[in-house]
């Protein structure tokens, strides 16, 4: 896996336009970050070695902007082409030296507060109109109780938006007790890009509101910076 700053959103959203949606699936790994460089650090020794080499994973992290009562300073995701890319790729760690070396270089500058599996359900936007290395994200989770309303709403939202940016769907699958059942993604290139076109300032937002009403819930928002990423190849 070799070491990408410039081209992450896009990389991500090729992946999964090849991709079934539902065949797309990910880990997420919110940290508490005393040494970020230490992190960084690590994830590039790993990316040298054979395991590293080996895995069609392709990783991101994360630094928050803003993330509410959370202590979590920073994000790692970790995206898988299928579930049995998934599967291959945890059996290659769970086996490998190198994974446990980087696991315990880790701890000495992070530690874990939540962890998440879950699947990538839709994409909408332009990938070429957010291009900056330290692009900006905006995270809604949600609860919601009728998931193909709510993921139908969406996607017709999004399309009548599709020059603002890159929206990604998102469904938890594995989240311990936390009641978000789906996260939608809203990426620009700057925070200010991103604050002066919020979803109630589109297109569409109206309809998109009645539509899911009293079947989704916020539970919390979030905005996020990249800060690194590591794509395969």
Not at 8 to 22: A, E, H, K, R, T
Not at 129 to 138: A, D, E, L, Q, W
């Amino acid at each position: 896996m070799n070491k990408k700053f410039t081209s992450s959103i896009y990389l991500i959203f090729i992946f999964l336009s090849q991709q079934s949606y539902s065949q797309s699936m990910f880990q997420g790994f919110d940290l508490v970050a005393s040494n970020p460089a230490g992190v960084v650090a690590a994830m590039d020794k790993l990316q040298a070695t054979s395991v590293g080499e080996a895995s069609s994973a392709n990783v991101f992290l994360y630094r928050f902007l803003a993330n509410g009562e959370s202590q979590a300073t920073h994000r790692v995701l970790v995206v898988h082409s299928s579930p049995d890319e998934m599967t291959a790729n945890l059996a290659l760690n769970s086996t490998s030296p190198d994974w446990a070396r980087f696991s315990r270089e880790v701890s000495e500058s992070a530690r874990p507060v939540s962890s998440v599996i879950g699947q990538f359900l839709g994409v909408g936007g332009d990938p070429n109109s957010v291009t900056s290395p330290n692009r900006i994200g905006m995270i809604y989770d949600m609860s919601v109780t009728n998931p193909a309303a709510y993921a139908s709403a969406w996607t017709d939202f999004v399309g009548a938006n599709s020059d603002q940016g890159v929206s990604y769907l998102i469904g938890a699958i594995a989240d311990g007790s936390n009641p978000t059942t789906h996260s939608a993604a809203n990426w620009a290139n700057s925070l200010s890009e991103l604050l002066m076109n919020q979803p109630q300032n589109l297109a569409g937002w109206e309809s998109f509101s009645q539509r899911v009403s009293g079947i989704r819930t916020i539970e919390a928002t979030s905005l996020i910076q990249l800060v690194a990423s590591w794509s395969a190849e």
